[in-house]
């Protein structure tokens, strides 16, 4: 017995040490040194020669190593690192170094610094960045580094073709009840392969997981395109129940359980049934009643979109974890789950129909019903029942209106629950009148070709939620700047603008407004008596996304959307028109879109319309699209000219 013992004990203890040889610095080998070009990528700057990645559950911890080989100039980029830092994650032990052509090595000896990073105007990140020194063709800079956060996934392909790579998951054995991973009891380890081919399986020993492989094409990104983990080879880790052996058994389970959670959490109190019943008053319609609901639910603060504190401060403010929801009208504080919990309770205790989903993000990444953990669902929304209509509600989301879902909660999985488990649906896409940007400006041309004047900038729906929650975490001054850096982008270089008002930071059912004024030069181009002008001001941002010949990925919008603008210009004293644009009217069945320009009086006007109801697009659309944002181009940059009469 004592024999067994000592072997489970050295078992146990001996993978950390092995797990800790493998993060050694790799031998510096002649063929890397040697290396001019990378295999089956000619041309490419760079090549990935060793890529590790570690996964300790029992630590809670991640290893990462990136060996590269800079090949040509524009390769040199990699130098600048950026480490993604998910939520409460940091960064420890990195270590970095450039390897000379000639063997010679030179250590990073500086200390990275925080950045933001955004792949676009609403999803950034926080990383750590810093530059490795010293970085020339032929170099080879290396980095590793660890971070205390969870991972379930090895993702296999990268930016640059990669001759080797590691993986490694150390599953913590103690895992028996509940899990780390899916807050469900059981701990067998399981995972599934995605976009792997059937001989290329990970191997499991005792509690470690591993998988080695080489010679990994490049992945092209294409602008526009869908969460590009979704398409990159992959293997997705969970914990699962013993007895689990499919996943319709796993997610049928996962319904019950979270349904008898939710049941037990809203229970049936006096204090929920008194706010419902104050909440509503004396209106008899039912509609109207649930907009009093869901106002009544918005008005508890919302913990989840505050930043989160630390032990310390939750004890100073004696902010206690919530039983059910009466301890929420008790308290007046939740997160935002247990808000949608609130608003479920209260629409039942006025005699709706009402019942919790859990739904998945589309933000980064989709559900997979093969990836069996609960993990996947990012929210809790509250689904009514109302006159045969099914009505999805948000009401855990800071500054969301009634009848709005945020976009990426938007045709996106959701688990339906009831009293005895769960069914999957679908989250009903929003259309274009969900997610509108109305632009107008009132301006002035002088006869040298410059512009003054004003432009009102109205966002309604999804585009004034997200720029609510946007702003949230920073000052009036803050506020200012993002919506002049949002405006700056549509404008030509030359323009000057300054913040002259804002109207609805915190009004959900209302628009957001902004007023600018605007000075430019140069907008107009004088040739002799005439004045070449564009009629429309503001310049179109999505031309990368169109400059492929072919396409490999989907397009993919984030929803769909509207811009809805109306351009005012008053022309110099004398002037008259000699030519405007035709009118453009553009259709498809998914788009349209409309640019009529006049000329009235001493006023050119433009009328500019852009409406795309749709997100995913498949590759063969993909000609379609293209003719369409072409012609929209040549509508938005058409020019009009003028004539003076003096």
């Not at 040509?72 to 939520?87: D, F, Q």
């Not at 003054?452 to 009036?476: Q, S, V």
């Not at 008596?529 to 179109?540: A, E, G, I, M, S």
Request: proline content about 5%.
């Amino acid at each position: 017995m004592r024999r067994w013992l000592l072997i489970a004990f050295l078992l146990l203890f001996s993978a950390p040490l092995l797990l800790a040889q493998k993060e050694d610095w790799l031998p510096i080998t002649s063929e890397d040194l040697q290396m001019k070009e990378a295999p089956a990528d000619p041309g490419a700057p760079a090549v990935l020669l060793y890529y590790a990645h570690y996964i300790d559950e029992s630590a809670f911890y991640q290893f990462v190593y990136r060996r590269i080989k800079i090949l040509k100039e524009e390769g040199k980029r990699y130098a600048n690192v950026e480490i993604e830092l998910g939520p409460f994650a940091t960064l420890t032990d990195l270590k970095a170094r450039t390897i000379r052509p000639n063997g010679s090595i030179v250590e990073f000896t500086g200390k990275p610094f925080d950045k933001v990073v955004y792949r676009s105007r609403d999803i950034k990140f926080q990383a750590k960045s810093f530059i490795i020194p010293e970085a020339e063709v032929g170099s080879i800079i290396e980095f590793k580094y660890k971070l205390s956060s969870f991972s379930d996934q090895w993702v296999l392909q990268h930016d640059l073709y990669t001759v080797r790579e590691s993986f490694s998951l150390r599953a913590n054995p103690a895992l028996g009840g509940t899990t780390s991973v899916t807050g469900l009891t059981g701990g067998r380890l399981a995972w599934v392969t995605l976009h792997m081919k059937k001989s290329e399986q990970p191997v499991r020993n005792g509690h470690v997981v591993e998988f080695e492989t080489q010679n990994v094409p490049a992945f092209r990104r294409e602008p526009h395109m869908p969460p590009e983990d979704y398409y990159k080879p992959s293997v997705r880790f969970f914990h699962i129940d013993a007895e689990v052996s499919t996943a319709d058994q796993f997610w049928d389970g996962v319904g019950k359980r979270f349904a008898g959670y939710v049941e037990r959490f809203i229970g049936n109190t006096n204090e929920v049934n008194q706010v419902a019943l104050e909440a509503v008053g004396n209106e008899t319609d039912a509609e109207q009643k649930l907009r009093k609901l869901y106002e009544r639910a918005q008005k508890v603060r919302n913990l989840g979109f505050e930043r989160r504190l630390s032990a310390e401060e939750r004890k100073k403010e004696g902010i206690k974890d919530n039983e059910n929801v009466g301890d929420i009208v008790k308290r007046g504080y939740a997160h935002s789950w247990e808000i949608a919990r609130l608003f479920v309770a209260m629409a039942r205790a006025a005699g709706f129909d009402a019942s919790i989903i859990l739904v998945s993000s589309r933000r980064t990444r989709f559900f997979a019903k093969e990836v069996l953990s609960s993990r996947q669902f990012d929210t809790e929304m509250a689904l009514v029942r109302l006159n045969g209509k099914e009505i999805y509600l948000d009401p855990g989301t800071k500054f969301c209106p009634y009848g709005l879902v945020r976009w990426f909660y938007t045709s996106s999985t959701g688990l339906s629950l009831n009293k005895t488990g769960g069914t999957f649906i679908t989250v009903p896409p929003a259309t274009q009148d969900k997610a509108v940007i109305k632009r107008s400006a009132n301006l002035n041309l002088l006869e040298e070709g410059s512009l003054k004047g004003e432009i009102t900038l109205e966002f309604k729906g999804g585009e004034a939620l997200e720029r609510r929650l946007e702003a949230l975490y920073t000052d009036e001054a803050g506020k200012a700047k993002l919506l002049e850096t949002e405006l700056k982008q549509w404008l030509p270089s030359e323009a000057a603008i300054k913040l002259l008002e804002v109207q609805g930071w915190e009004s959900p059912e209302n628009s957001l407004i902004a007023r600018f004024s605007l000075e430019q030069a140069g907008y107009a181009t004088a040739t002799g008596k005439r004045l070449l002008t564009p009629p429309y001001l503001f310049r179109t941002n999505n031309k990368e996304t169109f400059t492929l010949a072919e396409r490999t990925y989907p397009i993919y919008f984030p929803y769909a959307f509207a811009e809805v603008d109306k351009i005012l210009i008053n022309v110099p004293s004398g002037y008259s028109v000699e030519s405007i644009p035709d009118v453009r009217n553009i259709k498809l069945p998914y788009a349209q879109y409309q640019n009529i320009e006049k000329f009235e009086g001493t006023q050119l006007s433009s009328t500019r319309t852009l409406l795309i109801n749709g997100v995913f697009f498949p590759a063969n659309q993909y000609a379609e699209l293209k003719d369409f944002f072409a012609k929209v181009r040549e509508g938005d940059e058409q020019q009009a000219v003028l004539t003076s009469g003096k």
